[in-house]
């Protein structure tokens, strides 16, 4: 089954935690055992998967990226938001992450992000959530 989720970003660049969303579509799908593979459908943010528990983490992974991929740099692309293009590029519009007791299998400190390079603007990252092939 093919899901999709919607996420209203904060500001211009943010790590959005959607952990419990993904749980939520996991849980609702009934599948105890499987994998989950998120895809997100734009060319200016991406996902990432990263310490939840300290929220200066996700704020340094931005300041960081922006050191890397300054926001004016000479860039061709004529829309202005190149950087936004580089960076959604450097952390990939997809994961595969295992489901395991109807949750998503991940450790202890780690949670799953759309990483907004863009916004804020409405978002949306397709889900699949595919079952064990034996029951279970
Ligand atoms: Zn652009």
Not at 1 to 15: D, G, Q, V, Y
Not at 50 to 68: G, M, T, W, Y
């Amino acid at each position: 089954m093919l899901k999709e989720i919607s996420i209203r970003t904060s500001s211009h660049a943010a790590l959005e935690d959607i952990t419990d969303q993904l749980n939520r579509v996991i849980a609702e799908s009934g599948v105890r055992s499987g994998i989950c593979h998120l895809f997100v459908p734009h060319t200016t943010a991406g996902i990432t998967i990263n310490e939840d528990a300290d929220p200066s983490v996700a704020r340094d992974i931005l300041r960081e990226l922006d050191k890397l991929i300054p926001w004016r740099d000479g860039y061709e692309h004529g829309e202005g938001n190149a950087a936004a293009h580089i960076k959604a590029s450097l952390l990939g519009a997809s994961a595969t992450i295992l489901i395991d007791n109807g949750r998503l299998k991940l450790g202890t400190w780690q949670g799953v992000y759309l990483a907004e390079f863009d916004g804020p603007r409405q978002r949306r990252v397709w889900v699949k959530v595919i079952p064990d092939r034996e029951a279970g």
